[in-house]
């Protein structure tokens, strides 16, 4: 079964840089799979923050992310990267990444129900944006 693990989160100050990695274990390919970042802050719905399909060079991106996060894969290393800029504490949740077969869109981002078709889902990395 394909597995995700998620790496890279920490405590930053707001205005910091953090990377985010998502690594697939037990031999599988990424290829033909639509990858996405989801965030869940207490308290709160977990959102969508960016996603790609493996097959195709467009990404896309939650309003809260567009023009300071970067989504990007590294298909040699079977690995899928979320280049997060100029952190603000409302960036503060735990980031997940998704593998399914979905065909990402900016609609795949921006609307909630998508994420029941990402059937494998990281263990979380918790990001905190601090003073």
């Known amino acids: 079964q394909l597995q995700l693990v998620e790496s890279g989160g920490g405590v930053v100050q707001p205005g910091g840089s953090l990377r985010l990695s998502c690594a697939v274990t037990s031999g599988f390919s990424l290829d033909h799979y639509g990858i996405a970042w989801f965030r869940q802050a207490p308290g709160k719905e977990r959102e969508a923050v960016s996603c790609?399909?493996?097959?195709?060079?467009?990404?896309y991106y939650a309003a809260s992310a567009k023009g300071r996060f970067t989504i990007s894969r590294d298909k040699a290393n079977n690995t899928v990267y979320l280049q997060m800029d100029n952190l603000k504490p409302e960036d503060t949740a735990t980031y997940y990444c998704a593998a399914g077969a979905v065909q990402c869109s900016q609609t795949v981002v921006d609307t909630p129900g998508w994420q029941a078709w990402y059937t494998y889902w990281g263990q979380g990395t918790q990001v905190t944006v601090s003073s």
């Open positions: 790609l399909t493996t097959s195709s060079p467009d990404t």
